[in-house]
């Protein structure tokens, strides 16, 4: 489809769910999930087997192309260095390390909340986006999705589908894409699901040894048109091991993230994003199971635009 | 029991699980979790229920009581007023907000990592303790247990068992009072359990609206003699809704967190503090049912002595 | 004089220098400052004794009464104690320690910048609020006053004058009181002086051993009056070893901080808070001499709204 | 000279200054600065001309080689985007902006304290390195010097005297050099001068736009004879437009940065990097006039082992 402003708008009023769940509600398309699909996913918990989809945290994708992000920034406050110099017997009487992080909450695995984007003056379910100040998201704030990030996860491995390691660079993934891959995999996408989408990008990015612009450059991603098939499957969330989910360069230079423009502000969909998926992908290939059960809680911060978080698909 | 030094080198004789799984486990009793008990775990998944464990970021429960910890500092990097000001329409030509946190590993609902408590030189399996200097933990690293922390988990909420709304200040709950608890509570502890004890101190705090010194000072807490519990029932993992699991005042005066010198440098257990318990415990207390399934994933953090975490309890 | 909204903006149009230094100028009343000034002020250092007017940043002041801001934050990226454990020896080859500071740049003795404070939508010289947004001061920023924080300074010691250890909360010292004690000290305020005024109220609080609401409570502090004095004189600059220059609670009701809002965006006037005084105050009832080379360079942060100082006082 | 291990503690027998200011002496060479020489340096005020010698904050020049430092992160905690949006009118009834920074204490233009460098196990003066823990350093700290960072300021602009924009990385400065440079500009180093010498090199990476490796790689700088010249005229303080001062590679392999081995720790000098010098030394070149009143006030961090600082040079 042609991607260009006209679209985006038209998408926007496609697809909107604003007040489809009540005029307060602040969670979007996480209301798919109903408690049976929670029941029902515990059946898929087969093997015992526990996949950390969280990227770990020392990794220094943030080049600073975006927004002024950066890698995430662990200091000791107690060490064992400390310790055995005595240095705490007198003081602490408890030998002990400490520490703590300061990062950026989209600066590496993340869940973006819907008070993260914008469409014009409004986010997600029609809230003006003044309400997100300095203070933080006074509504659509991640805190409201803190015990909702539990169901049924599908992994679409659309890079192994394709017979590649990595998709290339500007290959914007189709619906036509996604639904070959499911059937191919033997997976179905039901509504209330979280879907993964790998695409290989953040593989070769550690194979390399080198991030490049991994966070802002060009990647393959989610066409805009995908915009559509997330409506019409009725997903809960939708995740990719790319730094933004969506296709760049974007389909389009009237806008940048054209799709961001529509899922979140007018979707209400909560988007995972640098999802690591090397592990479960292999095993997923290996026994040809794609569904698994996922819990993949935020951090508890009231009026956070995002989250930092390590994602578990259980099989 | 009589606590002292020489009580506390007793136990450390005693519990010692060093060399129990390997030279180079980095672990501990999370290696008690068998697949199996996960699969049997997802069985108690009844209802499909979520309950969030993980305190609010934005709770100020540190008091610099210890170690210079501080509470969560949540700034933001864009915001709805920029967007609706027109600041992003020219440079980064997406309207949205995004924000950081800055805060030590502990300061709110944590996981302690196995590097965090030294005895003497050493900290779990003999490992010295310089391996964590300033640059973090080269062992026992909370990015070990990326994908450990699923299994059935348990409540004991000995407040409830006690007929009050917190246990007082200074007191130590026994192993005779877990085990009574467990009884009256009709659930039995298992291998591989992650074991949750509540004492109402931090709702008492909440409700309250003072956390006054909730954050280093006095508080109901599991004995000292608890540690021989915990050894002996194979617990996987203990987490209570205190700030430090242990009485204090402590039993002694001749260390400070005497419990801790022994549970995670020689049992090497993982232990979970701060634990936000009131709707969990409600429910069950509503339904009898105790027992869930439990997914509390760390943020990958190599090198982490601890992690923030907002712990899932799934029924 | 009566202080409401009319008495603000009766004041705000009487006092404005907007376009008095031009269009684009960014530095208010440091343009007071001319260079034979700085000559003549030179000629104050007759001793050689330095005073060093910061704070030590180890001081908790910052109670949380106000926007967020937090005490100083320092931590090691490296010490001697990971040193003399060798940990440095194989790496770095080369023993040494590290550290790094985060603080809000008012938390402690400090510049506000012109870009600090807002006047409905507009800024000091006319410029739009909205020139300041998540990525900084696009203009009246800190980095402006760079190399222009230097001339002639001088001490106007009111509590000393009074006869007091430090003026009481509420305390509004007016216009007479400024002139009375710099008559009393035989002192003569000049076009382009830096001018500290001394309540005692900081040497107060150290004394206690307590900060209480030392920032944002009550507090003894200028009249909102003295913004025609400070008009009239040409000063520089303006400081006090109070939080916020101000008397609190404020002569208003109608408006927080009524005469911020017209110093900073109407005058144009950079303003010093939380001076450390006590020394240089002592050396000055010591020897009568209330006037010295003044040097409280900010640090060079572009686009920053205030800035960390430890000014020199040098007689 | 031939520089290796055995050069390294033949110096530091040589030069060292420990006692020589008494057993409890934390300031080391700035005893060399007398009241009189400030009296004095008052006098080389003659244009009222000041240069601000602190690089831009903005300035991305950590490219992460050393010590996991990292470039400063500036964060604003109020806007006048959130002003214009009316959200503060409500709650704190004052339109501002406000802002915070997070920078390692050496990550720009800095003084190093005392407490930055270690000879074996030992700091300035023969305090134990392991006073230098996690909490910062109990001896040599950056606080010491909060006022006495004022006296007679030298520029030695080797490169201008060599004829070259940027003398070349590995370029090492000989004693004979700074002799030389200092006799072609007219000018006397004198006990107590705080001596700046210029490279050229950090104006080359900005005209470039491109830091590449200068902070940690390669560059021009201090021969480590320069370690006799600075004892011998008993400077104050050393610095230069460099990240670490000395040459690099360094003239052995046998350590790293062997010259700091032993002015830190065993001269006692305080030492300044990454000064900005490209104005000042242009002003010099035109007026042939090379010294200067010098004033840089560090920020008062108790237990710091550096400080951000704005050094001013006033002609």
Redesign the interface.
Known sequence: MKVNKAAIYEAADALSNWGRWGAEDQIGTLNHV??????A???L????????L?????Q?LQS?L??????????????????????QDET???????????????CS?QWDAL???????K?YNGF??????????KKNGI?HT???M?GRGVLLDVARFKGQDALPDGYAITNADLDATAAAQGVEIRKGDFVIVRTGQQEACIKAGDWGTYAGGDAPGLAFETAYWIHQHDLAAICTDTWGCEVRPNETTE???PW??VVIPKIGITMGEIFFLKELAEDCAADKVYEF?F????????????S?????A?K
């Open positions: 109903a408690a049976e699909d929670i029941v996913a515990a059946g918990i087969r093997k015992g087997k526990v996949f950390a969280g990227l770990p945290l020392d220094k600073g975006f927004g002024g992000r950066w890698n995430p920034i662990h200091t000791m406050l107690a060490t064992g260095t400390d310790a055995v110099a005595g240095t602490v009487r408890l030998r002990y390390a400490d520490d703590a992080i300061n990062l950026p909450l989209q695995t008070a993260h984007i914008f469409l014009d003056d986010m003006d986006a003044t309400l997100v100040d300095s203070n933080g998201a805190e803190r015990n909702k539990v806008a940048n993230q961001h423009w059960f819990c993949a809680p935020p951090m508890h911060i009231p009026g956070g635009c995002g930092p978080i390590n994602p578990q259980i």
